[in-house]
């Protein structure tokens, strides 16, 4: 079994930075994939980056690129997603979650694609 918690939420001005931490225990094997999902009230859960645990690579939604930056740290099991120059609009519900499957060339953004989730952090940024 897996387990994600997150933390590092709160509530922000706009233009003002977060870090998000989520720590992975269970079972986990450095060939998945962590992403970060967000979800605000009345709409779907939406991807917002994901990194793999073997060689870092990385990727982003379009509208937060430049401005959020993810990262692991493999010896603390931990992922986190550094936030910058927040907007109104970042406001949400975060969450972190492990791929279901892995694989050199897989890079999943679709929520389906992830089997373990946290249980969220709040994201409140305040124009």
């Known amino acids: 079994q897996v387990q994600l918690v997150e933390s590092g939420g709160g509530l922000v001005q706009a233009g003002g930075s977060l870090r998000l931490s989520c720590v992975v225990s269970g079972r986990t094997f450095s060939t998945y994939v962590m992403g970060w999902f967000r979800q605000a009230p009345g709409k779907e859960r939406e991807f917002v980056a994901a990194v793999k645990w073997s060689g870092g690579i990385t990727w982003y939604q379009d509208s937060v690129k430049g401005r959020f930056t993810i990262s692991r740290d493999n010896a603390k099991n931990t992922v986190y997603l550094q936030m910058n120059s927040l907007k109104s609009e970042d406001t949400a519900v975060y969450y972190c979650?492990?791929?279901?499957?892995?694989?050199?060339?897989?890079?999943?953004?679709?929520?389906?694609?992830?089997?373990?989730w946290g249980q969220g952090t709040q994201v409140t940024v305040s124009s």
């Open positions: 979650a492990r791929s279901r499957e892995s694989g050199t060339y897989y890079y999943p953004k679709q929520p389906r694609e992830y089997s373990y």
